[in-house]
Each structure stands twice: as C-alpha cells, then as structure tokens.
C-alpha cells in the first residue's frame, strides 16, 4: 500500500521538480542571455544616443555660427513662405527697412513693407515662379542690388506649385560703388574741363583784351554826345566781358591750382575772418542775416594753405546767404573729436535747402541752380577740402535749409 502511493504520488511529484529544476536551469540561461543582450543594447542606445547629442551640439554650433555670420555681413537676406510671410531676416534687412525684427517677422511682406515689394518686383516671382534678373534700387538712402531665388523641394518631379517652398532674397549695398562711381565721373569732368580751359583761356584771352581795349576808346569818345540808352548798352557789354574773364579766369585757377603752401592757423581766427568779409561785401546788416558762432574756448590750431581754405569756406558761406530769401541765420560750429583728433566745422542756414534730385551733383564742376553762377565754387571747396586730407558732407532738405560739415585732421606737433 505504502509503496503504492510512493509510486502514484511521491515518484510523479519527484519527476516533476527534476523537471522543473531542469526548466528553471533553461530559464536561468536564457535569462542571462536576454540580460546581455538587453545590456549590450542599453549601451548601443546610450553610445548613438552620446553621438546624436555631439551632433546636435555640432549643429546648433555651425547653426550659431553660421547666423552669425549672416547677421554680421553687409547683405540683405530675407526669406519668404509661400504666403509671402516674413520667416527670416538678419540685421542687416532691420538697418534697411529701419524696422525691428518683433515688426517683421512673421507678417506678410505686401503689409508691412508695400514700397519694397513694390519695387523689388516680388509680385512678378509669386505669380510666375521664376528668378527675375539682378537690378537696383534707391531705398531708405541705400542704393540696393536685388536678386530673387525660387526655392522648390527636392523632388524627380518637374518644377512646380506642388513642391514650391517660397524665395530667398537677398540684397547688397552697393552705396559705396555708387559714390565711388561718382567720384570718378567727377574726377573725369575735372580733367576734360582742365583741358578745355586750358585750350579755351588761351583762345579767347588775347580777342578778349582786344575788345576791352576798343570799349574804352569807344567809351572815351565824345562821352558827352552819348544818350543814357547808348551808354547804358556799353556797359552791358563790358559786364558781360567782366564775367567772360571772370570765368576764364576762374578756370585757369582751377585748371592750375598751384602747390598749397602748408602753415599753422588758429582756425577760429580764420573764421571770423571771412564772417567779416562776406558780411561787408553782401551788407548783411540790411538783410538781417546773423550768424551764430559756437567756438571753442581755447585756440584751435591747423595746418592749412590760408588762401585756398578761406576761399572755400567763404563759398560755402555765400551759398547759404544766397539760400536765404530776406532774414535768417546762420549757425557755425567748431569741435575738436579727440578720439579721432579732427577738427568739425559745421554750417548751418535755415534758407530755402537743394533739392533731393540735386544733391548729387552740386561738387560737379558747372553744376548751379543760380543764373549768375559758372558752378564752379563747391568743385573748388571740395578739392580745396581734398588736398587738406579732410571730408566734406552736405545734409539739405528743400524749405528747410542746408548743413554742411568739414573735417579736417589736426597734426600733432613733431617731437
């Protein structure tokens, strides 16, 4: 009986354990494996994981890096969606459109900046989806060069609405080509008017004093049987002999323009100097025109050619006498920039101003809006101004007057 349920209860129950502890080696086992593997892939996830973090690291670097550039160069970039939304800009668009990027960003170009989608022909690219030809524009005082890109997506398929993501634009500032542009046009004018005064002065001088000659004999001549209608003729001849010479003498001075003799002046005496002679000769006290001089307290000493720099100072006064109608002023200012160790004289008149289309051209030689002027006065004051190493920069808006600012270097005394 007892070996009976030995074999029905104890031997089955026996079995069963040995195969469970044969099972639960197995287990065992393939635990350990799964365990490795499991391990072996938290280390393959935790390595990729390591490299994608560098390689994002590396990527917002170069991204960094690589806005920083484009926000630190002198070009335009603005990016545009289908929607002609604003998505991108750099510093240089905001200097442009003198706008905030919290302004642009985000709005549609067509809103927030109408004029330059205008004239920037950005309508054309989003209605036909083709690159429109570099050209140039005058805008906010920047002359502009403009090229439109179409961005599409990478696709086999042919070019499309479909697959059209938006346009980059992207700008320069070609300002400084287009000032140095004018500055050699104007170097090529002074050298075809030095040589035709040159040819001219010497034609016309020797007739020109022959003629002269024969008025005064004329003029001499039984004076006293001559009408006021005869006499007055006469001397509208002779005026206009003065101002033929006038001219032709006024061309050969600056076709010659001999070697500037360099010696140290206290500016403020020179100033007060041509205020004296302008005054006296335009009787400035019936006009009501006053100046106001903000000086500086001590001597402020230059190496100038005297004769050259108070001609050209009192050029520039006389235009804005000139500029001023009945009664104004004038303002004269004078500072010294130690940080860069020049001189600033400034003028300013609250007269009738130049001109927006003018302003370009008044150092032209001939240049003038006055019908008795030959236009050679600012021509001579900016040369004037160019052999004394200085600058010189006008600031007019028309009915509100003219500011005219030199700066000239100071030269240290040699040790």
């Not at 929607?83 to 642009?104: H, P, R, S, Y």
């Not at 050679?376 to 004037?384: A, D, H, I, M, Q």
Request: proline fraction near 2%; charge should be positive; include cysteine.
């Amino acid at each position: 009986m007892k070996e009976e349920i030995f074999k029905e209860g104890i031997i089955p129950l026996l079995d069963a354990f040995k195969n469970f502890d044969k099972n639960s080696r197995n287990w065992g086992y393939i635990y350990n494996k799964l365990e490795k593997k499991f391990e072996e892939l938290r280390k393959e996830v935790e390595d990729k994981n390591i490299k994608l973090k560098n390689s994002l690291q590396k990527n917002l670097i170069l991204k960094n890096y690589l806005l920083n550039i484009i926000d630190n160069i002198d070009v335009c970039i603005i990016i545009l969606d289908t929607k002609k939304d604003i998505v991108f800009l750099n510093q240089f668009a905001e200097k442009l459109f003198k706008k905030g990027m919290e302004m642009l960003l985000g709005k549609n170009i067509k809103d927030v900046l109408p004029n330059w989608y205008k004239q920037t022909q950005l309508d054309k690219i989003f209605k036909i989806y083709e690159n429109i030809e570099k050209k140039e524009i005058l805008f906010n005082e920047f002359y502009v060069q403009y090229s439109n890109v179409c961005i599409f997506s990478k696709s086999d398929s042919e070019i499309s609405l479909e697959n059209w993501l938006g346009v980059v634009q992207i700008c320069y500032d070609i300002s400084n080509v287009k000032v140095d542009q004018h500055r050699q046009l104007i170097k090529q004018k002074a050298y075809s008017l030095n040589q035709m005064m040159a040819n001219i002065s010497h034609e016309i001088k020797n007739p020109l004093l022959g003629i002269f000659a024969y008025l005064e004999e004329l003029n001499s001549i039984e004076k006293e049987k001559w009408n006021n209608k005869k006499l007055s003729i006469l001397n509208e001849i002779k005026k206009g002999l003065v101002r033929i010479d006038d001219i032709i003498k006024k061309g050969i001075e600056f076709e010659k323009f001999p070697e500037p003799n360099f010696l140290r002046y206290d500016i403020k005496k020179i100033i007060q100097n041509v205020i004296n002679e302008i005054s006296t000769k335009f009787d400035l006290n019936k006009r009501v025109i006053k100046f106001n001089l903000d000086l500086p307290g001590n001597k402020l000493f230059l190496d100038i050619d005297i004769y050259y720099f108070e001609k050209a100072f009192y050029n520039i006064l006389e235009n804005s006498i000139k500029a001023i109608p009945n009664n104004g002023k004038i303002y004269i200012i004078v500072k010294y920039n130690s940080w860069q160790n020049t001189c600033s004289i400034i003028i300013k008149d609250n007269g009738i101003g130049i001109k927006k289309d003018n302003i370009n051209y008044i150092f032209d030689p001939f240049f003038t809006t006055y019908s008795n002027n030959i236009g050679l006065g600012l021509t001579y004051t900016k040369k004037v101004i160019d052999i004394h190493e200085g600058t010189i920069h006008i600031i007019s808006k028309e009915g509100k007057g003219t500011t005219v600012e030199i700066k000239l270097p100071i030269i240290q005394d040699k040790k």
